[in-house]
């Protein structure tokens, strides 16, 4: 699977938008970008996934470069609750199903 | 509600003594996984469960043994507890070995002394 780089830590005012960028310079074209989430102490939690194009659910929108080399994760309305460690993760298709998690980006939201 | 459950929340082990960590899901998932986290490392896999009665070896696999007799249950059992031992360890669960979600259980903090 392609390694994911993240920055260590953002902050984000809250009711702001949060983008979380992820490069993942070495995907292949079938491997998938997926964003987790992990809020202290709990376990992590799926955002959202997505091959090629944009994608948005009630949580966030993924936003995947056109070389598919790198990928944004926006969360429109930031509020104290999405405080977490966000992970982006690369995987691919059928056959390669395990999720490593790297570092992440801890996400702070601040008032 | 469900979700997964595991057990104990929280436990103290002395060194060398055998232990079980339980995990239980009733979303009829059939995949099923073991994953601990360390400080500064993130979640690494220990080990899978792809169907009922089969398992595969993940990331960090030494010193780690697991089953799976049936659909709900894949306890994680510790034959000889290390210091190095000392994480948190979450249990999580999919559909299916390639479905796009896992679900996560609360974890287990177990130190080893």
């Known amino acids: 699977d392609a390694k994911t780089t993240q920055p260590p830590s953002m902050d984000c005012a809250e009711g702001r938008a949060a983008n979380l960028p992820c490069n993942h310079s070495t995907i292949s074209g079938n491997e998938y970008v997926y964003w987790y989430r992990q809020i202290h102490s709990q376990g992590p939690q799926y955002i959202i996934h997505g091959l090629k194009n944009n994608e948005t659910n009630e949580m966030a929108s993924l936003i995947i470069t056109e070389d598919r080399k790198s990928s944004t994760l926006i969360l429109p309305h930031a509020t104290l609750r999405d405080t977490a460690v966000y992970y982006c993760i690369v995987r691919g298709g059928a056959g390669s199903y395990q999720l490593t998690f790297g570092k992440g980006t801890k996400l702070s939201v601040i008032p | 509600i469900a979700g997964i459950t595991q057990a104990p929340t929280s436990q103290i082990l002395a060194a060398g003594r055998r232990m079980t960590l339980r995990c239980t899901q009733d979303m009829r998932h059939n995949a099923m996984y073991w994953y601990r986290q360390d400080l500064g490392l993130g979640l690494r896999l220990i080990h899978y469960?792809?169907?009922?009665?089969?398992?595969g070896k993940g990331e960090v696999p030494d010193g780690y043994s697991v089953s799976r007799a049936n659909t709900d249950d894949f306890p994680l059992t510790l034959a000889s507890a290390v210091p190095s031992q000392t994480s948190v360890y979450f249990c999580?669960?999919?559909?299916?070995?390639?479905?796009?979600?896992?679900?996560f259980g609360p974890g287990t903090r177990l130190t080893v002394t």
């Open positions: 469960s792809n169907t009922a009665g089969t398992t």
């Open positions: 999580a669960s999919s559909r299916d070995r390639d479905s796009y979600e896992q679900y």
